[in-house]
């Protein structure tokens, strides 16, 4: 047989290439599988694979709440407690947190367990002043003393004596209460369900609601204080709320480029990068105004994340709805990050008073301005022929806060923009 040269250069040039992508694969999954590790019962002590809340305590050891108990990670051992083991008054667990002596608050759908590592006390209606079972959120204040957030009112421990506030005692727009934080000895912020924010002065209520004051969902799930004491609100309908140069102002995936709208959890690390857990986008992260997300593409083995903790060393611990409790170093992951904005960082002037110009991309099919509520005020759709710079008018509007959204071939980007007067 005449042997052809140029034939079999071409098969080994295929046979190369195709080595390179499969090695090219291999990093890549060997990398994801480094980044991302997955708890559950079949390969852990974890009670139940339906992680509803994790946080981390003084000695870096991982408190998990699960639909069937409260489990321990020190990095290497599990210990498990349950009604079956332990005084715990319920396996069902919302919250937990840790007071200056540290004691463990747990708040579970049948009352409040206080845990000192060796005893259990157990708080109900039948035998304190608990307006309800049901407890979703428990804050200690700098004397020890609980913030209860039940389904029935805003509860108050001291240590002896109890004090409730309701919608028949006070005026706190609602009874379900889904998170507090102390801001002094006198103010506290509270988020409700279906109720809005609530700033807490003495015994005095002044809330925000969609009727009032441009507050975009009447429902949050969780919230956080940054540095610079902005409040970040995780909606389950609305996306992320901030509060910001006297505006209440939404990112959507109208108007940015967070993935969900549907959030449950919020935490900001050392570096106020915002890290979300999400329903059917897996974990978030808003770094600036860039958002990454990872999902079941990814590795992450639930897009339903219920619940988010970050280590001091930046690893981040997931809860999630039907997978178990997920660790993941993003420093270890070599993915493509998604969502990302360089092309419109290169948008200018901004701030702007008339114009702005915005370079597009040949995939780019339409830009979108709207405003802090989300509502569109300008919608350009753009020729894919002539791709290049767009010059947009904005004369029209008003001085403000407003966001561009660039949208096409699947990606939605972002850029906020500051019009002067």
């Not at 852990?44 to 639909?67: E, F, H, L, M």
């Not at 715990?88 to 049948?110: P, Y």
């Not at 727009?173 to 988020?191: A, K, L, Y």
């Amino acid at each position: 047989m005449r042997f052809n040269s140029r034939t079999f250069k071409y098969g080994m040039h295929k046979r190369i290439l195709l080595l390179c992508f499969l090695m090219f694969v291999l990093v890549h999954v060997d990398n994801a599988q480094q980044a991302i590790t997955v708890f559950d019962i079949s390969n852990s002590q974890i009670p139940d694979n339906q992680c509803r809340y994790v946080t981390i305590d003084s000695t870096n050891r991982k408190w998990v709440g699960t639909a069937y108990g409260l489990a321990i990670y020190d990095d290497v051992n599990w210990t498990t407690y349950t009604t079956l083991n332990s005084g715990i008054v319920s396996n069902t667990i919302n919250h937990i947190t840790f007071d200056h002596q540290g004691r463990s608050w747990i708040a579970t759908t049948s009352g409040v367990s206080v845990f000192d590592g060796t005893n259990w006390t157990n708080y109900t209606r039948s035998n304190s002043g608990l307006s309800s079972n049901y407890i979703r959120k428990i804050t200690i204040d700098r004397f020890d003393h609980a913030w209860i957030g039940t389904n029935g009112g805003l509860d108050f421990f001291d240590g002896t004596n109890w004090t409730s506030y309701d919608i028949l005692n006070s005026s706190i727009p609602v009874n379900v209460i889904s998170g507090i934080i102390i801001e002094s000895d006198s103010v506290r912020w509270i988020t409700t369900i279906n109720g809005g924010f609530v700033k807490m002065i003495d015994t005095s209520f002044t809330y925000w609601n969609t009727f009032n004051n441009g507050f975009p969902d009447n429902s949050v799930l969780d919230f956080k204080r940054d540095t610079d004491q902005t409040f970040w609100l995780a909606s389950p309908s609305d996306g992320l709320i901030h509060f910001q140069n006297g505006f209440w102002v939404v990112e959507n995936t109208l108007n940015s480029g967070i993935p969900s709208n549907s959030l449950s959890s919020i935490e900001i690390d050392s570096l106020e990068n915002i890290y979300l857990g999400a329903y059917g986008a897996g974990i978030v992260k808003r770094s600036g105004m860039n958002y990454t997300h990872w999902d079941t593409s990814a590795g992450i083995p639930d897009e339903n994340i219920f619940t988010i903790a970050i280590e001091r060393t930046g690893l981040i611990w997931a809860g999630t709805e039907s997978h178990g409790l997920v660790r993941f170093d993003e420093n270890l992951w070599n993915g493509i990050p998604e969502n990302k904005n360089e092309l419109l960082a290169r948008v200018y002037p901004n701030p702007f008073r008339n114009h702005i110009f915005v370079p597009v991309e040949i995939e780019t099919q339409e830009l979108q301005v709207s405003d802090l509520s989300g509502k569109l005020i300008l919608v350009k759709k753009i020729d894919p022929v002539n791709p290049g710079t767009i010059d947009l008018d904005l004369s029209v509007l008003d001085p403000g806060i407003y966001f561009l959204n660039s949208t096409g071939n699947g990606k939605s980007m972002a850029r906020k923009l500051v019009k002067l007067p």
